[in-house]
């Protein structure tokens, strides 16, 4: 049985890694609308900016021009529409921090459908960085380097009914009609979603969230 947590108590946990003394990088995963970037937002709100900092895997999608160019914009989304190597890099930089050194990592601009480089600063004097994303667990590429540099790593399940209702409204939200939005969630999503459940063993925890505030 998945055991049910609350917001809070796993606000409890980001604390104490925050507090421990060291940099720590928490990762949180699961499959498309498990409510990963919701609940990595709601921690770094409550551990506030001195304690937390947020980088999501998802500024390491590739360029809508170099997957048209590919043939993978179709597939935006799946494993291979992300620079695997950039991001594992990244969280070797961040798990290494030098004192003097403030490290910048991308932001995805979901209105633009773009990566924006430069645009996260994460300061060396933060002692947890929290990164979310699909693939934090996959085996293939450069993935297992990024999960190294994980302190401890969180994967999300919530009831398949409420993750797919979430996508929909996502999509909805971002400019997709509702057909175009129920053919996202229950194709590509659906596939990128069978990949990304198979890597729930190698999390320290598999968890269902009960909150309301966990949205997508």
Same mark, same amino acid.
């Given at each position: 049985?998945?055991?049910?947590?609350?917001?809070?108590?796993?606000?409890?946990?980001?604390?104490?890694?925050?507090?421990?003394?060291?940099?720590?990088?928490?990762?949180?995963?699961?499959?498309?609308?498990?409510?990963?970037?919701?609940?990595?937002?709601?921690?770094?709100?409550?551990?506030?900016? /001195?304690?937390?900092?947020?980088?999501?895997?998802?500024?390491?999608?590739?360029?809508?021009?170099?997957?048209?160019?590919?043939?993978?914009?179709?597939?935006?989304?799946?494993?291979?529409?992300?620079?695997?190597?950039?991001?594992?890099?990244?969280?070797?930089?961040?798990?290494?921090?030098?004192?003097?050194?403030?490290?910048?990592?991308?932001?995805?601009?979901? /209105?633009?459908?773009?990566?924006?480089?430069?645009?996260?600063?994460?300061?060396?004097?933060?002692?947890?960085?929290?990164?979310?994303?699909?693939?934090?667990?996959?085996?293939?590429?450069?993935?297992?380097?990024?999960?190294?540099?994980?302190?401890?790593?969180?994967?999300?399940?919530?009831?398949?009914?409420?993750?797919?209702?979430?996508?929909?409204?996502?999509?909805?939200?971002?400019?997709?009609?509702?057909?175009?939005?129920?053919?996202?969630?229950?194709?590509?999503?659906?596939?990128?979603?069978?990949?990304?459940?198979?890597?729930?063993?190698?999390?320290?925890?598999?968890?269902?969230?009960?909150?309301?505030?966990?949205?997508?």
């Amino acid at each position: 049985m998945i055991p049910t947590v609350t917001v809070e108590s796993l606000i409890q946990r980001a604390k104490e890694l925050a507090l421990s003394g060291s940099r720590e990088i928490l990762g949180i995963t699961g499959a498309p609308g498990a409510g990963k970037s919701t609940l990595a937002a709601q921690l770094v709100d409550a551990l506030g900016a /001195d304690l937390a900092v947020l980088v999501p895997m998802d500024g390491f999608h590739l360029a809508n021009s170099l997957l048209e160019d590919r043939g993978l914009r179709q597939v935006k989304g799946a494993v291979q529409t992300f620079d695997d190597a950039g991001f594992a890099n990244l969280l070797h930089r961040i798990k290494n921090q030098k004192v003097d050194e403030t490290i910048y990592a991308p932001h995805f601009d979901r /209105d633009l459908e773009e990566s924006i480089a430069g645009a996260i600063p994460v300061l060396p004097g933060t002692p947890l960085v929290i990164t979310e994303g699909n693939y934090i667990l996959a085996d293939e590429g450069q993935w297992p380097s990024a999960r190294g540099m994980l302190t401890e790593s969180w994967f999300l399940e919530p009831a398949d009914d409420t993750r797919i209702q979430r996508l929909i409204h996502r999509h909805i939200a971002h400019g997709k009609t509702e057909q175009e939005a129920q053919r996202w969630a229950l194709g590509s999503d659906e596939q990128n979603a069978k990949m990304i459940q198979a890597t729930a063993a190698k999390a320290d925890r598999i968890i269902r969230v009960s909150s309301a505030r966990t949205r997508c």
